[in-house]
C-alpha cells in the first residue's frame, strides 16, 4: 500500500506575497529582490501585485516579516538580506538573530515566512548567490515560499 502523498502544483496565481529586504549590502539585495519577482512571475503571479518593505539591514527583517505576515491580504512572506563577514563577531549576532527572529515569526503567525538572506564570508560569494555562478537565492526563496502556501492548503483541505 502507497501512502497518500500531498503534491502541491508550484502556482503563484492567487497567491499574495510580500517580501521584506534588508538595505544593508544594497547591491546584492536588489539582485535578490529582482530574482525574487522574477521568479514569482515564472510561477504565473504578477510582480506588481507583491508587497515590498525595505528595512535597514537583516537584523530588522523578523519584525517588519512577522508584521506583514499578520496582514490578511498576505499568504507568505520572503525575507532578503546579506549578512557578509567582516573582522568582528558582529556577523554572527546579526545572521542569527534574523534566522532565530524569522523563524520566530512564522511560528507565531501560522504563515510561511522565508529565509532568503545571504550568510558569506565574501562579498563576492554573495553575489555569486544573487544572480551568479550560484543562482539567485532570492528566486529561490520565492518557489519555497509558493510551495509552502501551496502545501499547507493540501494538508487544510
Request: net charge neutral.
Amino acid at each position: 500500500m502507497k501512502p497518500k502523498t500531498l503534491s502541491p502544483i508550484l502556482t503563484a496565481k492567487g497567491v499574495r506575497l510580500a517580501i521584506a529586504v534588508g538595505r544593508f549590502n544594497e547591491r546584492v539585495t536588489k539582485l535578490l529582490l529582482e530574482g525574487a519577482l522574477e521568479a514569482y512571475a515564472r510561477l504565473g503571479g504578477d510582480p506588481a501585485e507583491v508587497l515590498v518593505a525595505w528595512v535597514p539591514g537583516s537584523f530588522e527583517l523578523p519584525l517588519v516579516a512577522k508584521r506583514l505576515a499578520q496582514r490578511p491580504d498576505v499568504d507568505a512572506v520572503v525575507a532578503l538580506g546579506a549578512v557578509i563577514r567582516g573582522e568582528t563577531p558582529h556577523f554572527e549576532y546579526v545572521a542569527g538573530q534574523a534566522a532565530s527572529g524569522l523563524m520566530q515569526a512564522m511560528l507565531q503567525t501560522e504563515k510561511p515566512i522565508v529565509f532568503g538572506v545571504l550568510t558569506t564570508n565574501t562579498p563576492e560569494e554573495a553575489q555569486e548567490r544573487a544572480g551568479g555562478k550560484a543562482g539567485n537565492k532570492g528566486a529561490e526563496a520565492v518557489f519555497t515560499a509558493i510551495e509552502m502556501v501551496r502545501l499547507l492548503e493540501a494538508i487544510s483541505r
